[in-house]
């Protein structure tokens, strides 16, 4: 068992959340899936599912509608490329997903992700104040991250 496992709360549709996050992440798996006992209005029906995506353990429950999914919570995501991101993106907004602003997005079941390619960390942190601050000027202004435009911001201006 893993120290720390994060635990989400689903409104009845636990396996349909996992099934898409499980074909997202290349080598993600369940581990065990544990259903609502006899004798409970949900007997036979999915109570929690354990799994695992790209090396990081989670524990989905199937727990009702009395606690939503909010902001305060997100599953970030270092993005290698463009490409990772472009699909990320699309297969998480699909089917009712939500774009928000700066990267991040809620999934159709309410939970937010944070799809954020490793170039964007780079250009912030770079030592010119100058640059990082476009950077950061260009990506205030996206939805999804936008590597080619960030690039562009990182070099417009005068060179140093």
Known sequence: MHKITPHLWYNHNAEQAVDLYLSLFEGSKIIDVARYPDGMPQAGMVMTMTFELAGQRFVALNGGPEFPFTEAFS??????????????????????????MCGWLKDKFGLSWQIVP???????????????????????????????ALEAAYHAGKSS
Do not use: N, Y
Request: aromatic share 2%; proline share 2%.
């Open 75 to 100: 599953m970030l995501v270092d993005c290698e490329d463009q490409a990772e991101v472009d699909r990320l993106w699309d297969r998480l907004t699909a089917d009712g997903g939500q774009e928000s």
């Open 118 to 148: 490793r170039r964007l960390i780079e250009l912030m942190g770079d030592p010119d104040r100058e640059k990082a601050a476009r950077v950061t000027q260009a990506m205030l202004q996206m939805r999804k991250i936008d590597i080619a």
